[in-house]
């Protein structure tokens, strides 16, 4: 915590009542998301080392259901069974808190997910004091859980154009965007080419993951489970001050 950088904690009021207000643009969403896949990335890594799972991956855990069920592994299954109802109930509540502050015409509908995955990643650090296999559960469904609210945060904020969390599916986009400029090229009709503005956001979201994820991995390492700190002090401080300043 005493190496986050000042200048950055300074700058988050101003950058969160920006990214996080009621009015949006492709500029706030992009600039949102590029800060969550990071913290993705970050979180994601951070599930591995201090859990040995990677707790974004869904696919993995579905696979890993079907797989145990057929050699009849109920601890395993009932793992990846908890970590999906875990991110499938992050997803949920984030959906349901942005509903009810829209409804209410509150215009902190999309601070208040962003704060409650912070309050979730402080919990998240003190995992660390859970040695028992219960202690363990706990964590990764407490970082499934802000997984599915990232997510799901995210894609209703920019209307489903962008998911940070699903990487899988930013690198098939990255590979879709390839073959139309491919087929451009040596195709003989008039197809549209490569979508130039898409394909830069793709490589920016997935580069924010990558690079994210390589500070998650140093940083977990180095802190173990408190280096969730730092990541729950940037999603405070982008939502805090929108929902403070409504409140006062």
């Not at 962008?162 to 400029?181: F, N, Y």
């Not at 940037?234 to 929902?243: D, E, N, W």
Request: aromatic share 10%; charged share 10%.
């Amino acid at each position: 915590m005493m190496a986050f950088p000042r200048k950055l904690i300074r700058r988050l009021p101003v950058a969160g009542r920006a990214l996080v207000g009621h009015r949006r643009s492709a500029g706030t969403d992009l600039g949102l998301a590029t800060i969550l896949a990071a913290i993705a990335g970050a979180a994601n890594a951070g599930g591995f080392f201090a859990l040995g799972q990677y707790t974004s991956h869904m696919t993995g855990y579905l696979s890993q259901v079907a797989d145990n069920i057929a050699i009849l592994n109920l601890w395993i299954t009932f793992t990846s069974l908890l970590a999906i109802g875990a991110f499938v109930t992050g997803a949920a509540f984030s959906t349901l808190l942005i509903n009810i502050a829209r409804n209410s015409h509150l215009r902190q509908q999309y601070a208040w997910p962003l704060a409650v995955q912070g309050v979730f990643l402080i919990c998240f650090s003190w995992g660390g004091i859970f040695t028992t296999e219960a202690g363990r559960l706990f964590s990764l469904a407490c970082l499934c859980f802000i997984m599915g609210m990232q997510n799901a945060t995210i894609t209703k904020i920019s209307g489903a154009r962008i998911r940070t969390t699903h990487a899988t599916g930013m690198i098939t986009d990255i590979g879709i965007e390839l073959g139309r400029a491919a087929y451009r090229v040596i195709g003989r009709d008039a197809a549209p080419g490569l979508d130039g503005r898409k394909f830069a956001i793709l490589l920016r979201l997935v580069l924010a993951y990558v690079l994210g994820g390589i500070i998650g991995a140093v940083g977990y390492a180095q802190a173990g489970f408190f280096f969730s700190l730092p990541l729950a002090v940037i999603l405070l401080g982008l939502s805090l001050p929108t929902l403070l300043r409504r409140a006062s």
